[in-house]
T-cell receptor, first 112, second 111 residues
């Protein structure tokens, strides 16, 4: 039941920006877009989330299109430690169960 | 420090046995979740709970059971009815529309 679509894998050169796309064409007005990443055999780590405006924190930037049907996570200067699986998630409304549904994610490989 | 704790980190079970995985949080979060992850795969939702004494099935609830008697605790029992229980199990908690926090997982192996 995942509501997001991501490419299965991407490569990025160390020091360059990594741009990870996500499609969420059925998103509704009050649903947020969240990004997590998972390094092998660890619990997922929260990165950033947004509703309609672009967001930035110390880890990344999130760009959401005006129609909210897609978004892009930007890691501005990727390092080898950013190699992980990145999950884009649409958070259902609390009164719909508040489920966090994960898709298959994008496996990002940062190469020297 | 506030956080979410799963125990044990590794668990071995004989076929036909029930086993319970622990998940505790001291973040005062209302919602808690259990996920299963198989090698090379994404996370699949087993059960979730929004409030004490209430929980809902996720996508793969068959062979699992949960309870939510206390806000801070959401144990998962893997029953003998789960035919392929070997997997990595993750617990998470969250407040509505804020980020979820994940535990470090329990790796269950059937021997």
């Amino acid at each position: 039941d995942a509501k997001t679509t991501q490419p299965p894998s991407m490569d990025c050169a160390e020091g360059r920006a990594a741009n990870l796309p996500c499609n969420h064409s059925t998103i509704s007005g009050n649903e947020y877009v969240y990004w997590y990443r998972q390094i092998h055999s660890q619990g997922p780590q929260y990165i950033i989330h947004g509703l309609k405006n672009n967001e930035t924190n110390e880890m990344a930037s999130l760009i959401i299109t005006e129609d909210r049907k897609s978004s892009t996570l930007i890691l501005p200067h990727a390092t080898l430690r950013d190699t992980a699986v990145y999950y884009c998630i649409v958070r259902l409304l609390y009164n719909q169960g508040g489920k966090l549904i994960f898709g298959q994610g994008t496996e990002l490989s940062v190469k020297p | 420090d506030g956080g979410i704790t799963q125990s044990p980190k590794y668990l071995f079970r004989k076929e036909g046995q029930n086993v319970t995985l622990s998940c505790e949080q001291n973040l005062n979060h209302d919602a808690m979740y259990w996920y299963r992850q198989d090698p090379g795969q994404g996370l699949r939702l087993i059960y979730y709970s929004q409030i004490v004494n209430d929980f809902q099935k996720g996508d793969i609830a068959e062979g699992y059971s949960v309870s939510r008697e206390k806000k801070e605790s959401f144990p998962l029992t893997v029953t003998s009815a789960q035919k392929n229980p070997t997997a990595f199990y993750l617990c998470a908690s969250s407040v509505d529309r804020l980020e979820a926090f994940f535990g470090q997982g329990t790796r269950l192996t059937v021997v």
